[in-house]
């Protein structure tokens, strides 16, 4: 629990965002966790860029596939916000060199000023290459309410 509380006290507040509990998964891997979801809330590229595996995918609702550029530059469109989350239901599996930390969420955003919310369910796969997490393939599909 000490490591999720310095976790969440070196996160900078997100108004309406409640840090996901990653107490059951390795600190570097709940740290960079943490660190993906704040960089989406945020719109940060540089962050998602270092975050994410060079061959990340993204398969999104409807079968679109979206590369590492593709979904960086869709998550740091000016016109489009994502906002706070909470992830329900977490799923988390965990091994020596990947994860996958994955479940339910109000998917919320302010698209050219227009609200839009959908329930979802995701997993990302997380992979442990010389020694850093990165994300390396999400998967998102619509979730029963």
């Not at 960089?39 to 994410?52: I, M, V, Y």
């Not at 061959?55 to 409807?62: F, M, N, S, T, V």
């Not at 109000?106 to 000023?113: A, E, M, P």
């Amino acid at each position: 629990m000490k490591v999720l509380f310095l976790l969440a006290a070196m996160t900078s507040a997100i108004p309406g965002w409640t840090v996901p509990d990653y107490s059951d998964v390795p600190p570097d891997l709940a740290k960079a966790a943490i660190a993906y979801d704040e960089a989406q809330l945020r719109g940060d590229g540089p962050e998602l860029n270092r975050l994410l595996a060079d061959d990340y995918r993204l398969i999104a609702r409807g079968g679109v596939v979206l590369d590492k550029r593709r979904f960086v530059k869709a998550s740091t469109n000016p016109n489009v916000r994502l906002m706070p989350f909470t992830i329900e239901q977490p799923i988390h599996t965990v091994w020596a060199d990947g994860a996958v930390l994955g479940g339910k969420v109000n998917y919320r955003t302010i698209d050219h000023g227009k609200d839009s919310a959908e329930m979802l369910m995701f997993a990302d796969v997380w992979a442990k290459r010389g020694g850093t997490w990165r994300v390396v393939y999400t998967q998102v599909s619509p979730a029963k309410k």
